[in-house]
C-alpha cells in the first residue's frame, strides 16, 4: 500500500514555506506522494472545511523544484470551476518542471455558493467534470480538433506536452464519482469512509484497472496505524493521510513514518 500525506493548507496565518517544508520532509520519510486541496473562492473562512488557501498547482510547482522523488497531486481539484483549456496548461508545465511527477486528482465540487461566486455553473458540473477530463487526455495526447458539449475547437496547438501519461485521481463516494473513475480515471480517492465501506466502494473497481486508494484524517499514532492496517487489508492501493494542524504535522508525520517502517508499511530509510 502506497502511503501519502495530504500537505496542511488551510490556514491564511500558515508560513507559505511549510507546505514545501513538510513536503521535503515526507519524502525523506519515504512518503509516496503528497497532495494539496482546492477552492477558489469559499463562502466562509478557510479551516476545517474549506482548504486550499495557496493555489496547489502553484504551490505544487515550487514543492517540484525542492523535491526529486515524491509525487505530487490535487486531493481534490474542482475541475468545474475552472477553463479546462488553462488547467492542461498548468498540469502539464508543473509535471514538465517537476520530471513527470504530477497526479491531477478531480472532483466535481459540492458547494453551490463558491460557484456563484466564481460565476461557474452548478447544475452541470458532472457533465463538465466528464468533459473536462476528456478534453485533459486530448490536449495531453497532442491535440487535433475537439468537439463538445461545453468546449470545442477546430484549430490550435497544445504544448507542452507532458512526457508521459499524466495520472488522473477521481476523488469521490457517489455512484457518479466510482463510475467516472471507472470510464475516465487512473485511479479512485474515498474520503470518510471506515475499512469496510472502502471495500464496498472498491468493488465496484475490481473489473477495471483503476487503482483504489483512500484518505483519512489524523486520529493519533497507534489508532492511525491500527486504522492503516485495517485499510491495508482492505485492499487499499493507497492511504493518504491528513495530519492535521500545521504547528502538529511535522511531529505526526514522523511519528507515523516510524510506526509505517516498523509494520512494513514504508520502506526504511
Given at each position: 500500500?502506497?502511503?501519502?500525506?495530504v500537505?496542511p493548507d488551510?490556514?491564511?496565518?500558515m508560513?507559505?514555506?511549510?507546505?514545501v517544508r513538510l513536503?521535503?520532509?515526507?519524502?525523506?520519510?519515504g512518503y509516496?506522494t503528497?497532495?494539496?486541496?482546492?477552492?477558489?473562492?469559499?463562502?466562509a473562512?478557510?479551516?476545517?472545511?474549506y482548504g486550499?488557501?495557496y493555489?496547489p498547482?502553484?504551490t505544487l510547482?515550487?514543492?517540484?523544484?525542492?523535491?526529486?522523488?515524491?509525487?505530487l497531486g490535487?486531493?481534490v481539484l474542482?475541475?468545474?470551476l475552472?477553463?479546462?483549456?488553462v488547467?492542461?496548461?498548468?498540469v502539464?508545465?508543473?509535471?514538465?518542471?517537476?520530471?513527470?511527477r504530477?497526479?491531477?486528482?478531480v472532483?466535481?465540487g459540492w458547494?453551490a455558493?463558491e460557484?456563484?461566486?466564481v460565476?461557474?455553473e452548478?447544475?452541470?458540473?458532472?457533465?463538465?467534470?466528464d468533459?473536462?477530463?476528456?478534453?485533459?487526455?486530448?490536449?495531453?495526447?497532442?491535440?487535433?480538433?475537439f468537439?463538445?458539449?461545453?468546449?470545442s475547437?477546430?484549430?490550435?496547438v497544445?504544448?507542452p506536452?507532458?512526457?508521459?501519461?499524466?495520472p488522473?485521481?477521481v476523488?469521490?463516494t457517489?455512484?457518479?464519482?466510482?463510475?467516472?473513475?471507472v470510464?475516465?480515471?487512473?485511479?479512485?480517492?474515498?474520503v470518510?469512509?471506515?475499512p469496510?465501506?472502502f471495500a464496498?466502494?472498491a468493488a465496484a473497481?475490481s473489473?477495471s484497472?483503476?487503482?483504489a486508494?483512500?484518505?483519512?484524517d489524523?486520529?493519533?499514532?497507534?489508532?492511525?496505524a491500527?486504522?492503516?492496517a485495517e485499510?491495508a487489508?482492505?485492499?487499499?492501493?493507497?492511504?493518504?493521510i491528513?495530519?492535521?494542524a500545521?504547528?502538529d504535522y511535522?511531529a505526526?508525520?514522523?511519528?507515523?513514518a516510524s510506526r509505517?517502517?516498523?509494520?512494513?508499511l514504508?520502506?526504511?530509510?
Amino acid at each position: 500500500m502506497r502511503i501519502q500525506a495530504v500537505l496542511p493548507d488551510e490556514s491564511s496565518t500558515m508560513d507559505p514555506q511549510e507546505p514545501v517544508r513538510l513536503a521535503v520532509l515526507a519524502e525523506e520519510l519515504g512518503y509516496e506522494t503528497v497532495w494539496l486541496p482546492d477552492h477558489v473562492l469559499p463562502p466562509a473562512e478557510y479551516g476545517e472545511v474549506y482548504g486550499g488557501v495557496y493555489e496547489p498547482l502553484v504551490t505544487l510547482s515550487y514543492v517540484a523544484a525542492k523535491t526529486s522523488r515524491i509525487r505530487l497531486g490535487t486531493s481534490v481539484l474542482v475541475l468545474p470551476l475552472r477553463n479546462p483549456f488553462v488547467l492542461a496548461k498548468q498540469v502539464a508545465t508543473v509535471d514538465r518542471l517537476s520530471g513527470g511527477r504530477v497526479t491531477l486528482g478531480v472532483g466535481i465540487g459540492w458547494d453551490a455558493t463558491e460557484f456563484a461566486n466564481v460565476g461557474a455553473e452548478f447544475a452541470t458540473r458532472g457533465a463538465r467534470t466528464d468533459e473536462g477530463i476528456r478534453l485533459l487526455r486530448h490536449l495531453f495526447g497532442g491535440g487535433g480538433p475537439f468537439s463538445g458539449r461545453f468546449h470545442s475547437y477546430t484549430e490550435g496547438v497544445f504544448e507542452p506536452r507532458p512526457t508521459g501519461k499524466v495520472p488522473i485521481m477521481v476523488g469521490g463516494t457517489s455512484k457518479f464519482a466510482l463510475r467516472r473513475a471507472v470510464s475516465l480515471a487512473d485511479e479512485w480517492q474515498g474520503v470518510g469512509l471506515t475499512p469496510a465501506e472502502f471495500a464496498e466502494h472498491a468493488a465496484a473497481l475490481s473489473t477495471s484497472d483503476v487503482s483504489a486508494g483512500t484518505r483519512i484524517d489524523w486520529r493519533g499514532g497507534q489508532e492511525t496505524a491500527a486504522l492503516a492496517a485495517e485499510f491495508a487489508r482492505a485492499g487499499a492501493d493507497s492511504l493518504a493521510i491528513h495530519f492535521g494542524a500545521h504547528t502538529d504535522y511535522a511531529a505526526r508525520l514522523t511519528d507515523f513514518a516510524s510506526r509505517a517502517q516498523d509494520s512494513g508499511l514504508l520502506p526504511r530509510r
